[in-house]
């Protein structure tokens, strides 16, 4: 193309770069000439610049080529190897069949026999697989519902604590309600007994006023309170009889639940004792199960060298001779026939021992279900027992109480006897008051029994409670018995089980052996995958290797880029200077042609002159700017050649110099013109150099157009690296992910420990506390009724004070009375000074329970201050409640968020595990490949061992029949040697046993026909021989010719 431009001798035309001397020396030329002008020299120049732009662009698809052929070279490597990888792959088949083809049938039927017991192992190995699976699965919903059991039994238990608690608080009211009830009547009883027992005496000291009328109505109330008290006596020792009956009873109750609890606790313990026991001799059976395995393992190792030992004797035998050996081969039938047997038995006892196993699984659920019942029982147990101890402590503090009680019953039923004994004896008049008083005393004393009766009415009723509730706990025991037979029956499964154990130890020993194959068959399988995951992983080493090293390839073209383009800036400003520079030239010459034209022509010739001169001197200086230009212009290709990969910044640096050299061109272009005064060439000239200026637009264009591709592809492999970083980057954030979630989950396992461990703390806490409020609230209540005390017993002395107010009204009465009778009734001195010591002694009486007030008053004080701070203590204790159960709050929250957490990556979990599911599976299907690929090959094996054996009957036919050609050849021979024998007889005749013996002389020609007759028959069965031998031996062809 270019040299329809600018001539094939300037394209072919070497340039030297490096001697701008022998420029200048061909531009004198060509100038004293006038053969070659500047602008051929610039074409010729920036031909040979676009020339080695194309050796460059040559270079560059060279390299292109080569790194594409690099990467052909690495695939049909690859293909290479995996092509390698077949190719041993079917040595080793062809080996295989090899050895099989130059062994003994028994051997191949031994083989097959492997084959066989190899294949029903692997069923046997998924069979176990999916059991397993199901019993895993069978596990997950045993788990589950082991905690919606343990979740109700908690709730239960709650219930049962809240109920017992309830009803232990409401008797611990009950009897400190008895108690100070009890305690205020006694006070009160021995109160009124002590102010009744001074009226007597009082009374007694009267008694000589008494009529007998009065005495004997006295008498008569005597009795009726006698009787009343005797009522009293019996109805007391009645309820303290049904006290202690009810008493023995709930004693021997207690006994009896707690020997129960003792025997079940025996029984849980001796089946803990024969759980372990079971455990200890399963792993005891799994460590000889190991070892039998390991030595089943050396035994099939020997069995493998005496196999590989007497097929090299056989393939030696065979070599050496044709006849087979027939004690071996009886010997490796009997091992093959043994071998079966020992597989169909070993396959009926695996699943004999498959169905115990399942049903001992199933046993030994059922067991535990049981056992945990049996615990539940055994908690429920203790806890109604210590409620029934507690329980006992109340009932025994109230008895103590009624026993009190009624001993001062008696007591003052003595004193009353006393006094009416006294009563009785000494009579008196003005005691009608006194009874009176009396009478209402005891009214008040029925009242309060009554009161009692009803109190032993409620004890009665909360006792026959007590008794259901004993009589649901014997229920409930009754049910446990039930669980005990069914404990019992577990036993003596356990003992069947424990028998059976032994059974199983040949199936676990056969599946140790099956997992053992199946274990080395996926070590080869493993071990082969290894090393393509080897090989596989050196050719992407290589691969990355390859691309790194591309792309430090384009961050070095990038680098010098970056500089070219500055030096193309450089450049692009010294143009921009030098354009100016020809614009003011141009400008000059303007002028000059203007003054030339309207001068005249002697001054025309003398500038015509000049301007030659001129003239030559602008060539000699433009020489030595092209000289200087040509030596810029080769550091540049210099520096271009070095950069061979960046063929972008080539295009834009040779475009720049094309447009710079426009510019020249044009520049000298309109000097030739003005100094030639030759418009039409300048028209010309413009006129090619816009051709090729749109030409070298187009040229760029199109190697624009390159560059754009070029950088297509530079981002597709940016890409592509990008992809690849990006696929390690995720395959380091997924081995990343995977520590960070093992971390993780044992740190969700320690938080878990933690907060169980801070839940067990806090709940024992919150117990003591519990117990700390219920044990301030027993306290409150004995306070409480402590106050009711204190206020009755204030009651009681204001009606003290009413009483003694209204004494010392009826003791002014009797002073006035004494003051108007001392001078009637000088005879009751005596009396009033009694009286007077009995006021006396009242008085006394009265500051004794004055100070005895205040004492009380104070304790009440006192009381009522410990009242405050039980009050205050317990409003802290429920604040420490309040931010305890805040703790609880905050540590559910935080539960419920790790709870989320874990899901979280339990669903990660899940998603990685139905990931190594499906490599699993795809494990799986290339295993049944590689298995159907091996049956086809044992098809192929079988086929070519029955080709074998119908050789080797053939072969064997043969033997037989040249054996009996043998026999029949010797025969032949030893019959012709008799008949040489007897010819000779004949025809060896000496001269002298001729002439002695002539008449002895035998028939020849009977000789002769006799022998004739028998080599015919012979020769008749050698020709028969011989048609049966040729046609063994075309069928040995045929047969031959068919494998």
Not at 380 to 405: I, Q
Not at 603 to 631: H, P, Y
Request: glycine residues 2%.
């Amino acid at each position: 193309m270019w040299a329809t431009f600018f001539g094939g001798d300037e394209v072919s035309e070497p340039f030297s770069a490096e001697n701008p001397a022998q420029d200048i020396v061909k531009e004198e030329q060509s100038t004293d000439g006038m053969e070659e002008s500047p602008m051929s020299m610039l074409l010729k120049r920036m031909n040979q610049l676009l020339v080695q732009v194309g050796e460059l662009e040559f270079e560059k698809k060279s390299v292109a080529e080569k790194a594409e052929k690099d990467i052909k070279i690495a695939k049909e490597e690859i293909t290479r190897l995996k092509d390698e990888i077949d190719d041993l792959n079917a040595q080793n088949e062809e080996l295989m069949y090899q050895c099989e083809a130059s062994s003994d049938p028994v051997l191949l039927e031994q083989m097959q026999d492997l084959t066989d017991m190899r294949d029903a192992l692997v069923s046997i190995r998924n069979q176990l697989e999916n059991e397993l699976d199901k019993k895993q699965e069978e596990i997950s919903t045993m788990q589950s519902a082991y905690k919606q059991a343990e979740m109700m039994r908690s709730e239960r238990s709650n219930i049962l604590f809240e109920d017992i608690r309830s009803m232990v608080a409401s008797e611990e009211t009950m009897i400190s309600e008895l108690c100070g009830h009890l305690q205020l009547d006694y006070s009160v009883s021995k109160w009124t007994a002590s102010h009744i027992s001074s009226k007597i005496r009082e009374l007694v000291d009267r008694k000589s006023s008494i009529s007998p009328e009065k005495e004997m109505a006295y008498s008569a109330k005597l009795n009726e309170w006698e009787n009343e008290c005797e009522r009293q006596r019996n109805f007391i020792s009645e309820l303290q009889h049904n006290f202690a009956t009810q008493s023995v009873q709930t004693d021997a109750e207690l006994v009896s639940m707690r020997t129960r609890n003792a025997e079940l606790e025996e029984e849980i313990y001796a089946l803990r004792q024969a759980h372990t026991s079971v455990r200890d001799e399963l792993k005891l059976r799994e460590n000889e199960l190991i070892s039998e395995n390991e030595r089943l393992n050396q035994q099939l190792m020997s069995f493998t060298g005496n196999v590989a030992a007497i097929l090299g004797t056989t393939k030696g035998n065979q070599i050496t001779s044709s006849v087979p050996d027939n004690s071996t081969s009886e010997w490796l039938e009997n091992v093959v026939h043994m071998l079966k047997k020992q597989l169909i038995t070993k396959e009926e006892e695996l699943c004999s021992h498959l169905t115990i196993s399942a049903g001992t699984m199933k046993e030994n659920a059922q067991l535990q279900e049981k056992i945990q019942l049996l615990q539940s029982a055994l908690l429920n147990e203790r806890e109604f027992s210590e409620g029934a101890n507690e329980l006992e402590m109340r009932v025994s503090e109230v008895l103590d109480v009624f026993v009190r009680h009624t001993e001062n019953v008696d007591a003052e039923l003595e004193d009353w006897e006393s006094i009416k004994t006294g009563v009785l004896n000494v009579p008196s008049d003005g005691i009608r008051m006194h009874l009176s008083q009396s009478i209402a005393n005891y009214r008040k004393l029925q009242t309060e029994n009554r009161r009692l009766t009803d109190v032993i009415e409620t004890l009665k009723k909360k006792i026959q409670t007590d008794h259901e509730h004993i009589a649901q706990m014997q229920a409930v025991y009754a049910d446990k018995n039930e669980v005990i037979l069914l404990l019992e029956e577990s036993r003596k499964k356990i003992t069947e089980l424990q028998e059976s154990q032994t059974e199983r130890i040949h199936e676990m020993v056969k599946i140790e052996e099956a997992l053992a194959i199946s274990r080395a068959r996926n070590a080869e399988l493993e071990q082969t995958m290894s090393t393509l995951e080897f090989e596989f992983d050196a050719f992407r080493s290589i691969s990355t290797n390859q691309i790194q090293e591309l792309s430090d390839a384009k961050i070095e073209c990038a680098i010098a880029l970056k500089n070219r383009e500055e030096e193309i800036g450089k450049l692009e400003s010294s143009l921009d200077e030098l354009g100016c520079q020809l614009e003011v030239v141009s400008s000059s010459f303007e002028s000059k042609k203007h003054a030339v034209l309207e001068g005249s022509q002697k001054q025309l010739r003398e500038e015509l002159e000049a301007m030659q001169r001129c003239l030559e001197t602008e060539k000699s200086r433009n020489l030595v700017l092209a000289a200087e230009f040509d030596t810029e212009e080769a550091s540049l290709l210099q520096q271009v050649s070095s950069l061979e990969v960046t063929l972008n910044e080539k295009e834009g640096l040779n475009s720049t110099l094309l447009e710079r050299l426009c510019e020249l061109e044009k520049a000298l272009k309109e000097m030739e013109t003005e100094l030639l005064e030759n418009k039409t060439a300048r028209d010309l000239e413009r006129t090619v150099s816009l051709n090729q200026i749109h030409l070298l637009e187009s040229e760029v264009a199109r190697k624009e157009q390159a560059y754009q591709s070029l950088q297509a592809s530079a981002i597709r492999s940016d890409e592509y690296d990008a992809l690849e970083a990006s696929c390690r980057q995720m395959e380091a954030e997924l081995q990343q992910s995977k520590i960070s979630l093992e971390a993780e989950k044992e740190r969700n396992l320690a938080l878990a420990n933690a907060l169980e461990d801070e839940r067990a703390s806090v709940s024992k806490r919150i117990s003591f506390l519990e117990a700390t409020l219920s044990n301030k609230d027993l306290k409150l209540q004995d306070l409480r009724v402590s106050l009711e005390t204190m206020a009755e017993v204030e009651r009681s002395f204001t009606d003290a004070q009413q009483q003694n107010i209204h004494h010392k009204s009826q003791i002014a009465k009797l002073t006035t009375n004494l003051n108007h009778s001392l001078e009637e009734k000088s005879s009751l001195i005596s009396e009033k000074r009694a009286f007077m010591e009995h006021i006396r002694l009242a008085e006394e009486q009265i500051g004794n329970e004055q100070a005895v007030h205040v004492n009380l008053k104070q304790q009440l004080k006192a009381v009522q201050a410990d009242a405050i701070s039980m009050l205050e203590k317990l409003e802290g204790a429920r604040s420490q409640i309040d931010s305890l159960t805040q703790q609880k709050n905050a540590l559910e929250t935080s539960t419920s968020q790790l709870q989320e957490v874990n899901e979280k990556y339990q669903s990660e979990l899940h998603e990685l595990g139905r990931e190594m599911q499906a490599f699993r599976q795809q494990a799986r299907a290339e295993i049944q490949r590689l298995t159907s690929h091996n049956t086809k090959l044992e098809d192929e094996i079988g086929r070519f061992a029955r080709g074998h054996l119908e050789l080797d009957s053939c072969i064997s036919d043969m033997q037989l029949k040249y054996e009996h050609l043998k026999a029949e050849r010797d025969v032949l021979a030893a019959r012709s040697k008799a008949l040489e024998e007897q010819l000779a007889l004949y025809t060896d005749i000496s001269s002298e046993n001729a002439s002695s013996q002539p008449l002895l002389a035998p028939d020849l020609w009977e000789l002769l026909s006799k022998g004739m007759e028998q080599l015919k028959a012979d020769l008749e069965v050698a020709s028969k021989h011989a048609a049966s031998i040729d046609d063994s031996n075309v069928m040995v062809s045929e047969e031959s010719v068919n494998a």
